[in-house]
């Protein structure tokens, strides 16, 4: 009997194990192994392999050369120009009420430092309502759809594992009042992990080992998807993005979003000055006119460290993962052509297999490597790529890890001193600690209020005005 054409492709890309036990599988399962197979760029595996595996003992890494701290715009109480903040904040605005701008969700990463069992999204973080990230971003959106009385398309990127129990989660909740019609969720790229000897690793007899291609795909996954092609038949030219992990984030700020419109700006990122000199961030460097984020892994520790005269970090603008993206650009990088292609990563990870006889493995080091593509390496094929300070306090506290640094435990405080700041700043009395966390737990809807503007108004018409005591919910 003849072949099959994909068995053949991979004999002749040196990746016939792949094949080794499809005798042995189920006519279902060899589909679903043919299946997973179509979907590998065997072309792209091999290059990556040579590039970022076989080459990379004493490799060069990342190139330093000619790097400089990145430009970025100060807030105004930290010296910026408030009259520029104010005319971006009013273009911004303008876009809104235009219907030019959708949000863009990040949600196909695997979440595996939180050990949680369910899409990221899912996840209740809220501190008395216990609301899932997606509720709080959905109550959002549809509030600042309200406030420009034009409700907002929001984008949704999901991976294979997690797709359908999303789209589940958005239907059993109704939307979360958003009109469904106006939600829409896509499937990210996957990527096959390789050995170290640059086979393609099998998950189980009738599986490959794939995993989503990074926050990076999702330019690719916006094109592919179609996203874009709706964009641009809705009229709407500017993507807000921001990471599933994050509540803080003001999901659609029209600050960000001017600075972005005004500067021509193909690329807008949001940057807070690092909290410490080894915080483990990304860093904004310029490198020959263009705009770079160097990971903490590849800047040496002592220009981590670098002071300017002022005393200041030299190297301080750390990336927050929060991104205004034009839709031509997005369009332009997924097409990749003229260079402009987001290069892939190497990650190694123990990825579980199956060994020459198809029994399970589980390794105890790591037996493969991943391949990512990241979101901020577009930056350097941005025209007019622009940075903006926020405040960590209002823009930032992703649930990362179980527990410690980046918990849910240290993100249910920060929204707290967000509630408190919000109501102090209106007047109400809220007695809180030195770091400014209320020893009273309450919480803020953001169809109440969603940004220190949105709160001001809402409380300025409540009559009369609530007193400020545990369990005291705005909505
Ligand atoms: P992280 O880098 O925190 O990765 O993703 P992760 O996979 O969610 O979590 P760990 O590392 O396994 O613990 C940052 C953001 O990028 C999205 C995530 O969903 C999150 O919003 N992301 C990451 C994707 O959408 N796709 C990916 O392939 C990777």
Known sequence: MAQHPIIELFER????????????????????????????????????????????EGAAGVNLAGLAPAPYEKRPEHGGDAEAWAQAKSAGELALRGGRV?????????????????????????P???????????????????????????????????????????ADNACFGLDPARVHFFRQGRM???????????????????????HGGSLRALDRSGALDLMQREGIDTLSYFQVD?????????????????????????????????????????????????EYSDLPMAMQRETAANGELRYIAGSIAIHVLDREFVRRMAAGGDGATLPFHRADKKIPTVDADGTSVKPEKANGV????????????????????????????????GEGLDSPQTCRDDQLRQFSRWLTANGANVATDASG????????????GYDEDSFADAWEKLSPKPDVVDGLYLS
């Open 246 to 294: 994050n509540p803080l984030v003001r999901c659609i700020d029209p600050a960000l979003i001017g600075w972005h419109l005004l500067r021509d700006s193909e690329m807008t990122s949001k940057m807070v000055p690092k909290a410490y000199a080894e915080e483990k961030v990304g860093h904004f460097c310029s490198q020959g006119g263009k705009t770079v984020v160097v």
């Open 128 to 170: 008395l309502k216990r609301k899932p990230l997606f509720h709080v971003f959905a109550e959002k959106i549809r509030a600042a759809g309200l406030r420009y009385e034009r409700p907002l398309h929001w984008f949704i990127m999901t991976s294979h594992a997690n797709h359908a129990a999303t789209e589940v989660f958005f």
């Open 437 to 448: 966390r209320p020893n009273i737990a309450v919480e803020v809807s953001p169809l109440f």
């Open 370 to 401: 991943k391949f990512e593509m990241f979101v901020f390496d577009a930056l350097p094929f941005a025209k007019n790529a622009v940075v903006i300070e926020t405040l960590r306090a209002d823009d930032f506290s992703p649930v990362k890890n």
């Open 102 to 126: 959708a949000a863009f969700t990040v949600a196909g990463g695997q979440g595996t430092r939180l050990g949680y069992d369910g899409p990221k999204g899912t996840f209740p973080v809220t």
């Open 13 to 56: 890309a040196g990746q016939a194990h792949v094949f080794a036990f499809f005798d042995r599988l189920s006519p279902v399962e060899q589909t679903q192994l043919l299946a997973d197979a179509a979907e590998v760029d065997l072309a792209e595996v091999s290059q990556l392999y040579r590039s970022l595996v076989a080459k990379s």
């Open 192 to 214: 096959p992990a390789v050995s170290l000897d640059g086979k393609i690793i099998l998950e189980t007899t009738g599986s490959l080992a794939l995993s989503p291609d990074g």
